[in-house]
């Protein structure tokens, strides 16, 4: 897993691989065209965003990864 060079709102280091929340839902930390993006699952047709910050810290919090929680990617 790589590190991403970013942290949660709560000072939790972000690497590839990991499972966050935000007011969008669940989204995967994947790495595509040389950034790391967010991976949603819109009514299953996949968006990509990138990263977004307020005062410094990106706005989602990790609560689990791929290797140990997949179930939290699964509707």
């Known amino acids: 897993m790589w590190f991403t060079g970013l942290k949660d709102k709560n000072g939790v280091p972000i690497f590839e691989g990991d499972i966050v929340k ?4 669940v989204a995967n930390v994947v790495f595509h065209n040389a950034s790391f993006i967010f991976k949603w ?14 005062d410094g810290k990106v706005q989602v919090e990790i609560i689990g990864n791929i290797y140990e929680h997949s179930e939290l990617l699964q509707k």
């Open 22 to 25: 935000s007011r969008h839902g």
């Open 41 to 54: 699952d819109f009514d299953k047709l996949n968006q990509l965003m990138h990263v977004w910050k307020e």
